[in-house]
């Protein structure tokens, strides 16, 4: 499935251009032809100036480094790295096959290659595509970026799979490239088969309804992908738990690939699934509030769905920690504060503090203090203090809190309290009694769960108004 060396044209596939840094080992730039170079808005008089260097080959200790680098000139990234994160490939030890050069390297572009030929089938032979993984192959690569911070990966027969201890190479053992390698291969077979067997079915079922005999159902095989893979060709709308899985882990592996062919397609695909699960969310919520659950059930809500918690602000934020300690321990090391949540505005790093009660929790006492006038429940005013004493506590000891935890991205600038708790009061004057006490309540944002409800509410509105 990798590309293999066509008959090279240099106005066509660019030039290789060798510097031998020192004896057996040298180093091959690519210089792009002329009608790249155009492509881009380059001067082509200029081509040597933007060669790119596109391998390493060192004969001595026995590796091999590819560059792999984008050479279409029409495209935003040409001469520049292909992948996001990953910026080299290396193969090392006896994965490297020197033809004809008995150990030494190449200093010839027909050397180079004769040594390309001789790299595994799952990378580019070709260096006017670009060297590097062949797309078929790609998600080794996006593996590796996704679960490190690595910008090299290493085949080696040397070293296991896993980062190198500095977190710089990330080496693929030889055994398991080639277990990736031919695991993608069958996919890809996999795929084709079912889909010749829904086509041919398919054929087959529209004759034979012409002709009043029976339909057939395709072959799908005992392959959980070749049943997922038949399934979606004869486009079932009901899927099983174990093919809702295959579909979730299968997109989530093809989610790049996607976004470069079909950026349209997958991001009406990311809309739908956000507003069905935004959908899904809300029934849920609407659920819990005619249910008498404790605080816990309630945090545990919210630290699933932190989202939920930023529409409580103007401003962005992103949480820090739930259940956080902001101090206040006295010697006899009882009386520690424990914040429901600590969240931080994601530009400033100013910090603020989450306090979750229950929907249940009376916010207004029942009698009036007077006519049409009334005041706070002791179970709002305590909990306000509650919020107001953890900021002390936290402002105080923010020093040692950031040595405690390391965390040190936070700051107590104007630490911000919010409190959620109750719902809103029925009643026009519990409502104007509620929100003059709320709207003088300068440093405690008070937020009621219904009205949480409500903006998640009109987020599947405008969700649904962006479908159209």
């Keep these: 499935m990798a590309l293999s060396i066509r008959h090279n044209d240099p106005a066509r596939d660019g030039?290789?251009?060798?510097?031998?840094?020192h004896p057996n080992f040298v180093e091959v730039y690519f210089v792009a032809p002329e009608?790249?170079?155009?492509?881009?808005?380059?001067?082509?008089?200029?081509?040597k100036k933007y060669k790119t260097k596109l391998l390493d080959?060192?004969?001595?200790?026995?590796f091999l480094t590819i560059y792999p680098i984008s050479t279409f000139g029409e495209k935003s990234d040409f001469l520049k790295p292909k992948y996001w994160q990953i910026k080299r490939i290396t193969l090392e030890g006896a994965d490297i096959i020197f033809p004809t050069f008995d150990g030494g390297v190449p200093t010839t572009p027909e050397g180079v290659l004769e040594v390309l030929e001789e790299l595994p089938s799952?990378?580019?032979?070709?260096?006017?595509?670009?060297?590097g993984l062949a797309k078929p192959y790609r998600f080794i690569v996006d593996a590796v970026e996704a679960l490190s911070d690595c910008s090299e990966i290493v085949i080696t027969s040397q070293y296991p799979t896993g980062p190198c201890p500095d977190y710089t190479l990330f080496y693929i053992s030889t055994k398991d490239f080639e277990q990736a390698r031919r695991a993608m291969n069958s996919i890809d077979n996999l795929a084709q088969s079912a889909a010749r067997a829904v086509k041919s079915t398919t054929a087959h079922n529209i004759l034979a309804e012409r002709l009043g005999v029976?339909?057939?159902?395709?072959?799908?095989?005992?392959?959980?992908?070749?049943?997922?893979?038949?399934?979606?060709?004869?486009?079932?709308?009901?899927?099983?738990?174990?093919?809702?899985?295959?579909v979730i882990g299968a997109l989530s592996s093809h989610a790049t690939e996607i976004a470069q062919q079909q950026p349209e397609k997958l991001a009406k695909l990311r809309g739908d699934i956000e507003l069905v699960t935004l959908e899904a969310l809300i029934n849920?919520?609407?659920?819990?509030?005619?249910?008498?659950?404790?605080?816990?059930?309630?945090?545990?809500?919210?630290?699933?769905?932190?989202?939920?918690l930023n529409m409580a602000f103007g401003y962005p934020v992103i949480k820090v920690?739930?259940?956080?300690s902001v101090g206040g321990r006295k010697l006899s090391g009882d009386g520690e504060k424990i914040t429901d949540f600590l969240v931080k505005n994601s530009l400033t790093n100013n910090t603020a503090i989450f306090e979750i009660k229950t929907p249940q929790t009376a916010i207004l006492n029942k009698t009036p203090y007077r006519d049409g006038v009334f005041t706070p429940s002791t179970d709002l005013s305590g909990s306000i203090n509650q919020a107001l004493d953890q900021k002390y506590q936290f402002q105080k000891q923010i020093a040692q809190i950031k040595d405690n935890t390391r965390i040190y991205d936070i700051e107590s600038y104007a630490v911000h309290c919010c409190l959620v708790i109750g719902k809103t009061p029925g009643g026009d004057d519990q409502k104007k009694s509620f929100e003059?006490?709320?709207?003088?309540?300068?440093?405690?944002?008070?937020?009621?769960?219904?009205?949480?409800?409500?903006?998640?509410k009109q987020l599947g509105i405008f969700l649904r108004a962006a479908e159209r």
């Design 57 to 62: 080959i060192n004969g001595q200790h026995r």
């Design 214 to 246: 029976p339909k057939q159902d395709p072959k799908v095989g005992r392959h959980p992908y070749r049943k997922l893979f038949t399934a979606v060709a004869q486009g079932k709308d009901e899927l099983s738990e174990e093919d809702q899985n295959s």
């Design 122 to 131: 799952a990378f580019t032979k070709d260096y006017a595509y670009g060297l």
């Design 15 to 21: 030039t290789l251009e060798i510097e031998e840094v």
């Design 35 to 47: 009608r790249s170079l155009l492509a881009a808005g380059l001067d082509p008089k200029d081509a």
């Design 436 to 456: 003059l006490f709320r709207r003088n309540s300068k440093d405690v944002e008070i937020v009621t769960f219904d009205e949480l409800l409500e903006k998640l």
């Design 284 to 308: 849920r919520y609407e659920t819990m509030l005619d249910e008498r659950l404790v605080e816990g059930r309630w945090q545990d809500f919210f630290n699933e769905n932190p989202f939920i």
């Design 321 to 324: 920690r739930d259940q956080a």
